[in-house]
């Protein structure tokens, strides 16, 4: 089994996306994750769904998340508003873990093996053009081998 | 809102759980993650589910994800075997970014601080007594704030 056997469609969004849009795509689809395309059509990254609501979280309060609780309910509920006129470029992890990209040819292992080094649960196929396939999704991928 | 509002039933597994039987629980219910409980019925700690994985994959690949490339297709195929008798106790990370886990009484910011800490999209929620009183999903938290 190949990446390419595995790859499904899925949204992507691009670096001028808003950040809001994309949270809101996150939640309507339950995606455990964004593919963000470059101008040219390429994947650039793929962000986990944790990386996409960090953006909306105060620095404070991800170096220290129990900083958190000085934020009162009402405003707390509101946080999501931080994301503002934010774009999906704005999101973009500056140190990643590694880019959760593979080629057509890779194998289940090697999937597998990004997706624990990277810790995200979203890996996007590409072609020998570097156009995009489609993707894996951690749940599709043991669903492949476990359920079937 | 606070955590208690947010929390739902979650399934868990515990300490002594074959990996592989957590494995099909994930991919049964398509969850983001595993709540693993310890003797007392608290929640020892929270697996991404990516951590999951990462048990089954060769250290070598998970230090670099291209070696993978050294396995041929068909023995990727059956990676997964290499769960074999291992348990969940031994797929908890050494270092871990931070404990998953919240009081009933947290806001929806501080849990988005916590899941964008940690990375991991599952939050598990206890009562004054550390018992388990559900779990809050990336997906859960994002539906509540943006699509009601």
Redesign the interface.
């Known amino acids: 089994?190949?990446a390419a056997d595995l790859a499904a469609p899925f949204p992507t969004v691009r670096r001028d996306t808003p950040a809001i849009e994309a949270?809101?795509l996150?939640?309507?689809q339950?995606l455990?994750g964004l593919i963000v395309l470059d101008g040219n059509g390429y994947p650039a990254t793929v962000l986990?769904?944790?990386?996409v609501?960090?953006m909306?979280?105060p620095q404070y309060?991800?170096d220290d998340?129990?900083?958190?609780?000085v934020?009162?309910?009402q405003?707390?509920?509101l946080?999501?508003r931080e994301l503002g006129d934010r774009t999906v470029a704005q999101a973009l992890p500056e140190h990643g873990r590694?880019l959760a990209v593979v080629a057509a040819d890779?194998?289940?292992?090697?999937i597998?093996?990004?997706?624990?080094?990277?810790?995200?649960?979203l890996v996007a196929v590409i072609d020998k053009h570097k156009q995009l396939l489609g993707a894996v999704t951690?749940?599709a991928?043991?669903?492949r081998?476990?359920?079937e």
């Open positions: 089994m190949r949270a809101r996150l939640a309507g339950d455990p986990a769904g944790t990386q609501l960090r909306a979280i309060c991800q998340p129990t900083l958190a609780r934020i009162d309910e405003a707390a509920d946080f999501l590694g890779a194998t289940v292992l090697e597998a093996a990004l997706m624990a080094r990277t810790g995200n649960p951690l749940d991928l043991l669903d081998l476990l359920l």
